[in-house]
T-cell receptor, first 115, second 116 residues
Framework: KQEVTQIPAALSVPEGENLVLNCSFT??????LQWFRQDPGKGLTSLLL?????REQTSGRLNASLDKSSGRSTLYIAASQPGDSATYLC??????????????FGAGTQVVVTP | DTEVTQTPKHLVMGMTNKKSLKCEQH?????MYWYKQKAKKPPELMFV???????INESVPSRFSPECPNSSLLNLHLHALQPEDSALYLC???????????????FGAGTRLSVL
């Protein structure tokens, strides 16, 4: 069974510290991996998408890396702010189970940035 | 514009009611999705429409009935729901193309459904 795992489930850091969020997946045959942010009771906001052929993607303070051989992706958020407090989800589009863009989600990492 | 609009934002219904959730996008995407998300859990795929045809039904009970009347709209008709169906229902859309690695899914804000 193809799974996506996110560790830790929760994380609390003081403002200004860098955040490191981990995502692991069980099969390296993927089309892409997408990182999302979700605020409580809200929808998902797409942060970054890394294609299978890419090693990293950057957007502002966010940087995501992808290592297919080890089945890992890491989301780095530099100089964290209280507004970064949210749940961060990664989702993988596996090739073998792909039917019209089906995503396999991790359970998420709940982040709290304290002032 | 990368907006997916869902209405209503909140819905409370009894087990004998019939209601509908609506989703709209104007990004020219030809794939649209319904997800169900329970509290503190990841979203679970329910249905996928591609080119206005149902492509995936993840063994969803028949009390949920999707409809895609045109390329911009996606509905989810609800009938005789159970209390355990209470959840956040999310709609998403994406492009459909050969370069599957590039297809970002964009999500709406969701409809919070409570079944009494």
């Amino acid at each position: 069974k193809q799974e996506v795992t996110q560790i830790p489930a929760a994380l609390s850091v003081p403002e200004g510290e860098n955040l490191v969020l981990n995502c692991s997946f069980t099969d390296s045959a993927i089309y892409n991996l997408q990182w999302f942010r979700q605020d409580p009771g809200k929808g998902l906001t797409s942060l970054l998408l890394i294609q299978s052929s890419q090693r990293e993607q950057t957007s502002g303070r966010l940087n995501a890396s992808l290592d297919k051989s080890s089945g890992r992706s890491t989301l780095y958020i530099a100089a964290s702010q209280p507004g970064d407090s949210a749940t961060y989800l990664c989702a993988v589009r596996y090739i073998s189970t792909d039917s019209w863009g089906k995503l396999q989600f991790g359970a998420g990492t709940q982040v709290v940035v304290t002032p | 514009d990368t907006e997916v609009t869902q209405t209503p934002k909140h819905l409370v219904m009894g087990m004998t009611n019939k209601k509908s959730l609506k989703c709209e996008q104007h990004m020219g995407h030809r794939a649209m999705y319904w997800y169900k998300q329970k509290a503190k859990k990841p979203p679970e795929l329910m249905f996928v429409y591609s080119y206005e045809k149902l492509s995936i039904n993840e063994s969803v009970p028949s009390r949920f009935s999707p409809e895609c009347p045109n390329s911009s709209l996606l509905n989810l008709h609800l009938h005789a729901l159970q209390p355990e169906d209470s959840a956040l229902y999310l709609c998403a859309s994406s492009q459909v193309g050969r370069e599957r690695g590039k297809n970002i899914q964009y999500f709406g804000a969701g409809t919070r459904l409570s079944v009494l």
